[in-house]
């Protein structure tokens, strides 16, 4: 079947180039000289424009061709097994998206993508938004032309959502989201109300940079990350990329004040690695080889950061290993308070410190803006004062400047918008397998207090991680514990843990 | 005129790839993780093929035979000036050699080089020659079908040597190493007789390893390196790459008994990166905006290494803030001690870590065992016993083990046959400048003696760096100092130098 051979050699090849864009990317972020940002971004756009026209090429679309209907997706050949039927499925779903693409908006919006990235970091530093605006607006532009090309579901919004979240409407969004604030809008206050039951004062002492990467390292070796296969570094913002299976690297970040923020965040990152380094090997180069969306993606950051990093058990494992790093800080801190402490509600200015209740909060206030910019054309210099407004509407802060308001992510600056969601659906996805998990193995919470985490992977790699894509997130979700993706199960846990925390009726 | 613009087009593109090849380089020498080898041999297998491509492909085949014949280099337009002329000359030199490559030779050469690379890592680390013997063999058959290819000069090894030092013969090789032995032997010999003269010990000391890094990077500074521009890191064997002119890396490698090899590796990657960063960047993409040949590249880290690293004038400046990083280990020993110690001469096994007369014999053992193997198939399986032969009889020491002999350099597992010769050939360049330079530039002395090496980079920049390549190396040194290359102002140099401190008569 020469057909699929040479989709095969053509995909690889691509990989390939998306492997070295993901170095350049990572070096970008990491170790790259600051002079040399005009130059990479050249590099980067280069890349990208020789992998879309490998992806869109005539070798590709030929081969493609005979085996399906590439307007309507109709499989032309019948002897496809199970198996092969997936890849092409997905195959062709991965060509439509980019051949709906023009070649020079590709490498435009990769050059654009990295120049207004590097705008970004300067903005936020110099608290700047004026500067940031022209490169937003440029982006905000490329992303509703992006919208246009892709031309999928009901809205501009709906269309760059399913780049990744396949399958997903801002309708479903918006309805999970409303079952969501429902229940969380109460907890939040309910807890608030007692707020001074837990002092999170603990982690803001002054912990030595060093010993806190010496303690991180060793919680990635615990949860099972091969350091043969990836490594962690530091960066101004944390993420994950993989350059190959074989090459995956999270970064962290560090902050003498600040105890919390690295700890959970190298979590995160880990979470994220280790489905990444469980994928399967003999599918690389090809869509089943690759994650299924970034919701599923998202359940495995956030199931390490928060349904073990802040469970009970696993800082029975942890604590006093924690504690022994920092015994002046924490000598008179016992494993319970310190417990309630880093699980402390508390609403706040930055996404990614926030607790796991106000969260989600934040994701509901980016979704209603990036809609307003993408499907409404809501003006980007007025930004600022709209995001001020919600926060204070959502999660009942406001910020005093820029930086730590509508610049503090970095995801705008390259363009992922319709990303955002796919943080909440994690945290719902990663409850709903976790639930799943624990009533399939048993004494969970007493290996967790061991420090013992490889059931868990175990599981994860079984259901999850080596079935690659070729499933949509929901069918895998359903397939794995025969239910829908809700909200309930998440709220079901938040109200449970904080009943116990803040000792709520 | 639009060919040259094709072809500059052309051109830019593949350097793009160039600089992407170089990251994927140095991140398999700095921070890959051990386990992602086989992955990043067949990304940079991939992007040279892809860059051969571009550098053979049609629109610049077909552009380039417009403004030259392909066969003879002859010129077909009139109008050039002398700049386009250099210009399209170089660009004919670098098309011929690599369209006198096929395809597959290519990218097949650039995967073994990596995996190569990554073997002898191996068995370096194991002593064990055995091992990497089957991927030496194969280079070595490569090397040799690589020369049928460009078939250029008397012999095989002729047309690997032109691919470093373009014009350059093993005859004349070989007549310049007769200069030099000449002399060099007789003052190595009359050296030894009085070696009591000079004690080393004191770089054996225990010298933490944090302090040689900060104390390596304020010489990188103090040298001129912009680190806006470029970076330092570790690997296990120093080396200088580029990904682009703003951002050039070196990396060194450090021990905590001695001293003087990071010190000085530091110093002669700095000399590297400096001609790097002083590459015309207005000519960037095409062969203009390159080096001259790897001897002019050795001269700039040899002079700064060695001209200036290992100088009277620029220990004034440097030892006592050397005291003041080590003042234990340093407190009884003076700077006249100091300098004795750090230009000892002594016959030792490993390169990198000799001294400046004894350094050249290295090469030229290695220059009559590369001429023995390319072009007299001398059996690689034999090479352990004509490396510690050779040793003894080139340098006076025998070699314990293979880790140490035949092993000790990275140079042939990934290739380099033809390239040691331009270590000797940078020595002799960079005594010829430096004489240049003194003449022209007073008070040279005085100004290194206050840290002060501005006016050696001005005069670097001005007569060297910024001409990129366009001239061959020979017709440099003349326009530069009237002389053609000699071992003579090298041997001067050298034997006034140890006259003194070894009070020779």
Chains 1, 2 share one sequence.
Do not use: C
């Not at 690389?284 to 390490?304: A, C």
């Not at 989600?360 to 600022?384: C, Q, S, T, Y």
């Not at 004062?385 to 802060?397: A, R, T």
């Not at 406001?398 to 390259?414: A, M």
Request: charged share 25%; no cysteine; hydrophobic share 35%.
């Amino acid at each position: 079947m020469s057909a699929i051979n040479t989709i095969l050699k053509e995909l690889l090849e691509a990989s390939h180039l998306q492997g070295v864009e993901a170095l350049l990317g990572w070096d970008q972020e990491t170790y790259m000289p600051e002079g040399a940002g005009a130059a990479r971004s050249e590099q980067i756009s280069y890349i990208t424009g020789l992998m879309h026209a490998k992806l869109v090429g005539e070798p590709l679309t030929t081969a493609l061709e005979e085996l399906i209907n590439l307007d309507t997706g109709e499989l032309r050949i019948m002897t496809l097994n199970d198996r092969e039927t997936r890849q092409v499925k997905e195959i062709w779903r991965d060509y439509r998206q980019e051949a709906a693409l023009p070649a020079k908006f590709v490498t435009d919006l990769a050059k654009h993508a990295s120049v207004s990235q590097q705008a970004w970091v300067r903005a936020r530093k110099d608290n700047d938004f004026k500067f940031f605006e022209p490169f937003l607006e440029k982006m905000v532009q490329m992303q509703k032309e992006k919208a246009g090309y892709l031309a999928k579901g009901e809205t501009a919004y709906d269309a760059l959502l399913d780049q990744f979240e396949p399958e997903m409407t801002s309708a479903k969004v918006a309805q999970l989201f409303k079952e969501l604030r429902t229940r969380l809008v109460p907890l939040v206050q309910e807890v608030q109300d007692v707020k001074h039951r837990v002092n999170g004062s603990i982690l803001t002492k002054n912990y030595d940079i060093d010993k806190q990467w010496d303690f991180g390292m060793s919680l990635l070796k615990s949860i099972g990350f091969d350091l043969k296969k990836g490594r962690q570094d530091r960066s101004a913002h944390p993420f994950t990329t993989s350059t190959h299976p074989s090459d995956v690297r999270t970064t962290t970040r560090l902050r003498e004040n600040d105890l919390k923020s690295a700890l959970l965040s190298t979590l995160h990152e880990g979470g994220h690695a280790l489905y990444e380094q469980g994928l399967p090997i003999e599918e690389y180069g090809n869509p089943l080889g690759q994650s299924i969306s970034l919701g599923i993606h998202e359940s495995q950051s956030r199931m390490w950061e928060n349904l073990v990093g802040l469970s009970p058990s696993f800082w029975r494992f942890a604590y006093p290993k924690l504690q022994m790093k920092f015994p002046d800080q924490l000598r008179n801190t016992d494993q319970k308070q310190f417990y309630s402490a880093i699980n402390r509600v508390r609403p706040s200015m930055i996404r990614v410190e926030a607790d796991e209740a106000t969260y989600n909060l934040h994701i509901m206030l980016r979704f209603e803006i990036e809609k307003m910019l993408i499907n409404d054309d809501f003006p980007v210099a007025d930004l600022p004062q709209l995001w001020k407004d919600k926060m204070e509407e959502y999660v009942g802060v406001r910020p005093k400047n820029d930086s730590e308001g509508v610049l503090q992510d970095v995801h705008w600056s390259f363009g992922a918008f319709g990303y955002f969601p796919t943080y909440t659906l994690g945290n719902l996805y990663s409850v709903q397998f976790f639930n799943h998990y624990k009533e399939q193995v048993a004494g969970s919470e007493e290996l967790f207090a061991r420090g013992d985490f490889s059931a868990l992977l175990k599981w994860l790699r079984e259901n999850i991680h080596s079935k690659g894509r070729g499933r949509k997130a929901e069918e895998l979700l359903l397939e794995i514990t025969g239910q829908a993706l809700s909200a309930e199960p998440f709220m079901d846990y938040l109200e449970e843990k904080y009943r116990l925390i803040y000792g709520l009726s």
